[in-house]
């Protein structure tokens, strides 16, 4: 390959062609950054502030900090939530915490038919290793049979598992070599005593996504709440570095995954990716 410096190629931006195909790239080739008009400071900046905001970022605070269009920043945050998201992470091990959060807003309408509903909640299942990583999964339904398959697919058959009384939990542990503890919540029962079991560290979690839903993002519809999710398994589970190491973590996980505008606008129903 060698460097286009004459007129032959199209833009005075010094890209590069293959000797073998011919196509031109640059650095930004297979990455978020890849056609972005956007100064490069804007993404570094944005990048910075995903990585280490432990409650999140917003693209209106983005957008007044850099000076650019709301509708750029909301782009921008989201290609960078669509790279940080994980392809076929390595299984969970060791004593694993499950349980289920709804994430939407209050009822807006109190008919007596209706009374405390909402159609705008969301069940997302959390799964949080002690001392380790966390795995998020937005559903549609929450069902014995995709509480299972989703633990399963994100857990390692040796794992201990703790969760609430729910009734969906209640044959999880044949799965699992450690197998099944559960605490009574109906009763107040927050720790067995005298034992470890508890399922404290993924109401931590949850609490967190909750705290940057109210005082950050406000509001998200269920399109995007996969990639939100992605945001925050990250920061969880580079929790033990610094800002430094983090930033740079992101980015490496970032590569190759390019989110174009038309599949942002045109992604299908969350149906299609959520059990």
């Known amino acids: 390959m060698y460097q286009m410096m004459t007129g032959e190629a ?12 011919k196509a031109m790239y640059t650095v ?18 944005a990048i910075w502030k995903a990585a280490s905001g432990k409650k999140g970022y917003s693209a209106l605070q983005l957008s007044r900090e850099m000076e650019i269009t709301h509708k750029s920043a909301l782009f921008v945050l989201r290609r960078i939530r669509h790279g940080l998201g994980e392809v076929n992470p390595p299984k969970l091990t060791g004593t694993v915490e499950v349980d289920e959060v709804y994430i939407g807003g209050r009822p807006r309408y ?14 997302v ?34 794992c201990r598992i703790i969760t609430d009384e ?13 197998g099944h503890d559960y ?34 993002f406000h509001s998200v519809t269920r399109k995007h ?16 570095v610094n ?11 970032m590569d190759g995954k390019r989110l174009t505008y038309r599949e942002s606008v045109d992604a299908p129903p969350y149906e299609a990716a959520i059990w």
């Open 10 to 21: 199209r833009n005075k931006d010094y890209r590069w062609r293959c000797r073998g195909c």
């Open 28 to 45: 930004r080739t297979g990455t978020p950054l890849e056609e972005t008009r956007l100064p490069l400071r804007v993404w570094v900046f």
């Open 110 to 123: 109190r008919h007596p038919s209706n009374r405390g509903k909402t159609l705008d909640k969301m069940a």
């Open 125 to 158: 299942l959390g799964m949080v290793q002690r001392g380790g990583d966390v795995r998020f999964r937005a559903m549609n339904r929450v069902t014995a049979g995709n509480v299972n398959r989703v633990i399963q697919e994100n857990a390692d058959g040796s």
């Open 166 to 178: 729910l009734n969906v939990y209640r044959r999880i542990g044949r799965g699992f070599a450690g």
């Open 183 to 216: 605490v009574k919540h109906g009763a107040r029962e927050y720790v067995k005593p005298g034992t470890d079991i508890h399922s404290n560290t993924i109401e931590g979690v949850f609490s967190l996504i909750q705290r940057g839903l109210m005082g950050t």
């Open 225 to 240: 709440l996969p990639n939100y999710l992605n945001e925050f398994q990250f920061r969880w589970n580079t929790r033990y």
């Open 243 to 253: 800002d430094d190491e983090r930033v740079q973590a992101a980015i490496k996980q």
